[in-house]
């Protein structure tokens, strides 16, 4: 005889009706057609909730246009005992119909504290959203929750443009058929989508005197402790309308009020994703904007487009001083560089004043600023302290609010300073002088650049990343790299990469010249550490070799073969000087060549380059044993690694005996012997 399992099934509708399936279940439950918005609580909140609840259920029934929001405001059940959840509440998302059994998959899992809980907003698919809440029998003192539910229409959700036949996330957003602004979202946002590997592409096309303005809203994706780079999901927005357009920005983790602005009238936003669940993806709005909204501004006069006043601190002179100065004026042309001042210089500037200079880039520009000349008036020459004197605050934009970079007071020596985007404020103060002083003090000449290569001189920028550079072995075999605004203070939350691509018969070699990164070992993200990290493979973490931050210089590092990575990563928090390097392709084809290129820390001369040994089986041996011999050269500061080396030295002469390996293999494993050796020695 077949045995039949027999599925518990607790509906909703029963529940509405006021029957239960099951004295052991107890059902709660919330329609549209009665409240829009509303609260829930688990049972006697705000005191502890009784033990024993084996199942109640909460139901929220929506119109069939409709979705469920949920938030919890308070969240307290017994904590998790060996990663199981005794008291717990039971998320059930996705659903056709208000039931559920025991082979309903649940969304998520929620006890603890309201700290423990992966998020706070949880939102259904469809019209229909389930939760259960259960207790163990041992009583405790938590106090249970209390949310908020809200029936929202589904198509606020939507994306506003044309999706692309036969695909599931693809869109064509055009200013000529569509509102020149509107939203668009990843794949059943603000819940989550049931594909796998996702990989949606949003196009937008505007006019020719047009740009496109792109706000993210909020971005949740899954954070790694690791670059972007090697992240499965993220989102690359292009400057323009192909994936081999330049990449202009670029977010794997969480971010906020973020503006990108085109710098032509496409641009290209991807995202891939490996999943998305409930609560991550991404909400964003588009604007295209004319190029004729823009006024032009002038590039060494104190008097350009003025969009606003200033702000009178108590003296009866006023002195319209604001600036707004744009990459682009209003004809079309690009605005590069110029010169900005305080007002009347060089002749003394009034007392009482504020002046604010907006810079307003595009693409994956930055606004670089310098002073040429500085006097502000202080009331002691000695002190420098910038607290109620004339000073000069500087300020960008970070998750969509104002973050100070740096300020200036007195006659202070200024360097470089860099926005984290494309916008960046200079404010100028002056006060009221003190016990009658006058002013006899200049004021400010600074100099401001929007740059594309963040400040980076050396190296071919790549399109496949924000900032990325590329340096070749065909075109140099050593050279300088810096991180970015070096010698100034490198902007916070960027990311930047340098791949070092050499010939087969290469390794990369990198030695620093100076390193200051914010952070404290082992420069993980739990300790808000910025730091650079080394890898010999384009897109993955390179284990065995550890991140840099703080004050001490790596060593020097050579690539276990043609390829290597460096990466520099700054979080939002804090900033520092950054870091200079010199690197170098050696060329490993010849034992000459590795004695003489990793004996020195300073860049070598031009390795000629090489082709392979002869392979012949004694050749093998003879250059086996002058590898043998130079690694000895340089053991005898260590007893124990001359053993190790001389014995792989051995095994690399009966790998060539016996044919088993190609000559040049030889010198690439000697040549990292000898680099290992260096490193223990300092030599």
């Known amino acids: 005889m077949r045995l039949v399992p027999i599925v518990l099934v607790i509906s909703a509708l029963e529940c509405m009706r006021g029957v239960t399936v099951s004295p052991a279940c107890k059902c709660i439950s919330y329609e549209s057609s009665h409240t829009k918005v509303g609260y829930f609580t688990s049972p006697n909140f705000s005191q502890p909730y009784p033990d024993g609840i084996h199942c109640l259920l909460y139901t929220f029934v929506g119109e069939k246009d409709e979705m469920v929001e949920l938030t919890l405001l308070e969240f307290d059940l017994q904590a998790p005992f060996h990663d ?21 998959k649940p969304d998520a899992v929620l006890c603890g504290s309201i700290y423990n809980i992966p998020s706070v907003h949880y939102y259904s698919t469809k019209n229909i959203l389930m939760f259960e809440f259960k207790s163990d029998d041992i009583r405790s003192n938590n106090t249970g929750f209390q949310g908020e539910f809200k029936f929202l229409k589904q198509d606020l959700f939507s994306t506003n443009g044309d999706l692309v036949s036969n695909t599931n996330c693809d869109y064509i957003i055009d200013s000529k058929g569509k509102l020149r602004r509107g939203k668009f979202f990843s794949p059943g946002y603000p819940s989550f989508n049931k594909m796998k590997s996702i990989h949606c592409k949003y196009t937008f096309a505007g006019s020719h005197n047009q740009r ?20 499965r999901d993220k989102i690359l927005v292009h400057d323009g309308d192909s994936i081999e357009s330049a990449v202009i920005a670029e977010y794997c983790d969480t971010e906020s009020l973020v503006e990108v602005f085109s710098t032509g009238s496409n641009m290209l936003v991807q995202l891939f994703a490996k999943t998305i669940k409930s609560t991550e993806g991404f909400e964003a709005s588009y604007e295209f904007i004319d190029d004729s909204i823009y006024p032009s501004s002038e590039l060494s006069s104190t008097e350009p487009d ?37 007002p009347n210089y060089p002749n003394p500037y009034p007392a009482n004043i504020q002046c604010r200079y907006t810079f307003i880039g595009k693409g994956r520009e930055r606004v670089q600023i310098k002073f040429a000349d500085f006097d502000l008036y202080h009331p002691t020459k000695e002190s420098e302290d910038c607290v109620d004197v004339d000073i000069v605050e500087i300020s960008t934009i970070i998750n969509g609010e104002s973050a100070d970079v740096d300020d200036f007071c007195g006659k202070a020596e200024s360097q470089m300073v860099m926005s984290s985007g494309a916008k960046l404020t200079v404010t100028f103060m002056s006060f009221g002088a ?45 050279g300088t790299f810096n991180s970015p605004n070096y010698p100034g203070r490198y902007p916070r939350n960027t990311e930047c990469h340098f791949m070092f691509y050499g010939f087969p018969e290469e390794q990369v070699r990198i030695a620093f010249t100076y390193f200051d990164i914010e952070g404290i070992y082992p420069c993980l993200g739990n300790t808000e550490s910025d730091y650079v990290e080394f890898s010999n493979f384009r897109a ?59 004996a020195s820390d300073s860049s070598a001369k031009t390795s000629g380059g090489g082709g392979s040994p002869s392979s012949t089986s004694s050749n093998g041996i003879c250059l086996s044993c002058t590898c043998i011999f130079m690694c000895m050269q340089v053991s ?43 490193s223990y020695c300092s030599i």
Not at 452 to 477: L, R
Not at 576 to 581: L, Q, V, Y
């Open 434 to 478: 003190l016990n009658g002083a006058t002013r006899d003090n200049r004021g400010f000449l600074g100099q401001y650049n929007f740059v594309t290569n963040f400040g980076i001189e050396t190296g071919e920028m790549a399109n496949d990343s924000a900032c990325g550079f590329i340096y070749n072995s065909s075109v140099t075999k050593s």
């Open 212 to 231: 496109v303005k792109l706000y993210f809203k909020k971005v949740t994706l899954k954070g790694t402790e690791s670059s972007c780079i090697s992240s």
């Open 306 to 342: 003025r969009e606003g006043g200033s702000t009178d601190l108590g003296s009866p002179s006023v002195v319209d001083c604001d600036r707004i100065i744009r990459s682009v004026n209003q004809a079309g042309q690009p605005t590069v560089s110029g010169n900005f001042t305080s």
């Open 636 to 678: 005898w500061c260590f007893f124990a690694s001359s053993f190790i080396i001389l014995a792989a030295s051995i095994v690399v002469i009966d790998i060539v005996v016996s044919s088993r390996s190609s000559y040049r293999h030889v010198f690439l494993i000697c040549s990292k012997l000898i680099s290992i050796k260096k």
């Open 84 to 104: 199981s959840c005794d008291d717990a509440v039971t998320m059930y998302l996705d659903l056709k119909q208000p039931a559920v059994n025991e082979y309903t």
């Open 540 to 598: 993955s973490v390179d284990r065995k070799l550890p991140r840099y931050c703080g004050g001490n210089k790596p060593r020097v590092q050579i690539s276990d073969g043609q390829f290597f990575r460096v990466t520099f990563k700054s979080n939002s928090m804090f900033d520092a000087t950054g870091f200079d390097a010199k690197y170098q392709f050696i060329d490993v084809s010849n034992a000459g060549n590795i004695n003489n290129q990793q």
